[in-house]
Nanobody, 125 residues
Framework: VQLVESGGGLVQAGGSLRLSCAAS????????MGWFRQRQGKAREFVAA????????VYADSVKGRFTVSRDNADNTVYLQMNVLKPEDTALYYC???????????????????WGQGTLVTVSS
């Protein structure tokens, strides 16, 4: 599975961005998809994840109510809508996929088998 993120950029605090992650080379609809971020000098951290279809997505407490993850299985794309952005949201954002048919949502980065290259989000105060 190959993952390519896009949509990062510079935004003022309070603004919005939508990240996209295009998947290829696998059966996208069989994979739990996640978003992670890595702030400078910090470990990679869980942001959100979405199940195969239906069910409830899971969010980190720090983004709950501001970020929304969604997926389009017909288009092999997962999205992260980020609203009310804060300077502390500044990070490199990664899309990740669990191996096919592993249906449980996990927060640990090492539970995800495939990763994109990341897209940078910078929120100015």
């Amino acid at each position: 599975v190959q993952l390519v993120e896009s949509g990062g950029g510079l935004v003022q605090a309070g603004g919005s961005l939508r990240l996209s992650c295009a998947a290829s080379g696998g059966t996208f609809s069989s994979n739990v998809m996640g978003w992670f971020r890595q702030r400078q000098g910090k470990a990679r951290e869980f942001v959100a994840a979405i199940p195969l279809s239906g069910g409830s997505s899971v969010y980190a407490d720090s983004v709950k109510g501001r970020f929304t993850v969604s997926r389009d299985n017909a288009d092999n794309t997962v999205y992260l809508q980020m609203n009310v952005l804060k300077p502390e949201d500044t990070a490199l954002y990664y899309c990740a996929s669990r191996a096919p048919r592993l249906t449980v949502i996990r927060r640990e980065p090492n539970a995800y088998a495939y990763w994109g290259q990341g897209t940078l989000v910078t929120v100015s105060s």
